[in-house]
């Protein structure tokens, strides 16, 4: 395939903020081009944000099942196929475009049912095509040399993970203002049977499994809603018996007053540990046993591979966010590329988050539901 790659968005438009966030993840590496959407869930605000964003008239649509069924008989039809609209309507979007014959990238979590997650799974297979997750922290250089120096034995054998995903912004009562974001996260008609553990405690445990390779086995989850009236947990904790013998800790919540985005990772082996935290991302601290710490940067000297393919710019210059999300959409376009005879896939291609590591995700929130509802530990 040596075209230019192009894409077409299903929701994202006006007042959408992951919108935003992808599209300049995509345009950061020149991976692709927007050229065509349905942006919104009602036809007139779909059409004022394709103008939004100079979308040429003949490729913005009122809805998805509209793109889908007229970019299928195009010849310069898009290449893959941007999912960022609420959790209810990931699984029917997702598969319609699967079924027309796109490749799809899906906003996490993927769907609000394991079922479902698995049914676009095999649908992906039997179709040859592409759907992968955005769980864009498994782009950061600084996790990827984590998952590299587990993976090498450096730790030895994993005995506790501690995972922390902390936000304050749903502490009082947001919703009820008409907050769009916060409006439709609380909602399980939307949002699905998880609120923060859905949101961001999908992200933690992606995070732990992408790093440390270890399989939960079994969960134990306290789930809380603080805010009165509030459907949905908005603080949660979970211990996890992985296989093999490892325990995990992971906590979210999104009524810790005073944090931003607390995303971390602290990894326990009979070797060694590392420590890495989202909101100081170009640093992993490692300390081997009997040793003092060594913190390794992004950038510099002694790092595997694949942190050095995922930095863009010098030592000291701080990357973030949206560099990690544009990685994830490098591997995504070069896997993408591969399947259509562009040779083997890229060493990025092989780290982007599948449709498998979205299935996973849904399955923990639902055995983390049992859990609570039950008091009892219940088996992934």
Known sequence: MSKPLTYAMIGGGTGAFIGEVHRHAIALDSCATLVAGALSSTPDRSIQSARMLGLPEDRSYSTSQELFEREATREDRVDFVVIVTPNDSHFPIAKAALEHGFHVVLDKPATHTSAQAQE??????????????????????????????????VLGTIRKVFLEYHQGWLASDLESTGQKQAAWRVDPDRAGIGGALGDIGTHAENLGAFVTGLEAESVYAVLHSFVPGRQLDDDASVL??????????????????????????????????????????????????????????????????????STRIPQGHPEGYLEAFANVYRGVTDAIRSMHGAGEPSRLARLIPTIEDGRRGVRFVECSVESAAKGRVVCI
């Open 120 to 153: 676009l799974a095999d649908l992906a297979v039997s179709n040859n095509l592409l759907c992968c997750i955005t769980y864009n922290y498994t782009g950061y250089p600084m996790v990827r040399q984590a998952r590299a120096m587990i993976a090498g034995g």
């Open 240 to 309: 996890i018996n992985y296989k093999g013998g490892a325990h995990g800790v992971l906590t979210v919540s999104q009524i810790c007053i005073g944090q931003g985005n607390g995303l971390s990772l602290r990894v326990y082996g009979d070797k060694g540990s590392l420590i890495w935290n989202q909101e100081c991302a170009d640093e992993l601290v490692v300390t081997l046993l009997d040793a003092n710490p060594i913190t390794y940067t992004r950038g510099g000297p002694g790092l595997d591979n694949d942190a050095i393919i």
